[in-house]
């Protein structure tokens, strides 16, 4: 069983511009939550999708967006990047059916660097 | 959410079993205990999660105290690539998602 697909691995973008790191879920998997770790910061919780519909959201500004498509495949974006935006974007998927848990399925990561 | 607080670092030698202990003293009754860690610059792993019984799977065990207030994670042999830093959430199933991990244990396996 494949696991969650993250795209791009490693990306270089200077500030102003925008990105979008895209993810695949494992299959069968209907929930996609989003991460942002940094050094300082750790891990935190960015915005979770369910069946195309934002569930929820943590304490991002609004250049922070996503969505989900019909086939659970998950987008972010960022857009006027900043320095700060540097991190190691996550992205996650649950199974979020009745028999859900709780666990979540990471991918390996989008590296973005802001210079 | 219950607050966890676990060792910054252990050590544990190849082969060995590793005890990585986690107290969540205020933990309520409908909140799980989860464990992931994270190997360098890799995304987490998830590992085990508990209510209140012992669990094992084929990566470690999950011991968790009668009164809840702290868990215990067992990696029976551990080898070099179990090097990692370990987290303990303490969590609904609902906001299992909403996750963010505090600073964890880092395990060094030593040869």
């Known amino acids: 069983k494949a696991g969650v697909t993250q795209t791009p691995r490693y990306l270089i973008k200077t500030r102003g511009q925008q990105v979008t790191l895209s993810c695949s879920p494992i299959?069968?998997?209907?929930?996609v939550s989003w991460y942002q770790q940094t050094p300082g910061q750790g891990l935190q919780f960015l915005f979770e999708?369910?069946?195309?519909?934002?569930?929820n959201k943590g304490n991002f500004p609004g250049r922070f967006s996503g969505r989900q498509f019909s086939n659970s495949r998950s987008e972010m974006n960022v857009s006027t990047l900043e320095l700060g935006d540097s991190a190691l974007y996550l992205c996650?998927?649950?199974?979020?059916?009745?028999?859900?848990?709780?666990?979540?399925?990471f991918g390996e990561g989008s590296r973005l660097t802001v210079l | 959410d219950a607050k966890t607080t676990q060792p910054p670092s252990m050590d544990c030698a190849e082969g060995r079993a590793a005890n990585l202990p986690c107290n969540h003293s205020?933990?309520?009754?409908?909140?799980?205990v989860y464990w992931y860690r994270q190997i360098h610059s890799q995304g987490p792993q998830y590992i085990i999660h508990?209510?209140?019984n012992n669990e094992t799977n084929e990566m470690a065990s999950l011991i968790i105290t009668e009164d809840r207030k702290s868990s215990t994670l067992i990696l029976p042999h551990a080898t070099l690539r179990d090097t990692a830093v370990y987290y303990c959430?303490?969590?609904?199933?609902?906001?299992?998602?909403?996750?963010?991990f505090g600073s964890g244990t880092q395990l060094t396996v030593l040869p």
């Open positions: 959430i303490v969590r609904k199933p609902g906001s299992a998602r909403q996750l963010t």
């Open positions: 205020t933990i309520s009754g409908n909140e799980y």
């Open positions: 996650a998927s649950s199974l979020a059916s009745g028999r859900d848990t709780g666990e979540l399925f």
């Open positions: 508990g209510l209140k």
């Open positions: 999708y369910f069946s195309e519909t934002q569930r």
């Open positions: 299959s069968g998997h209907r929930s």
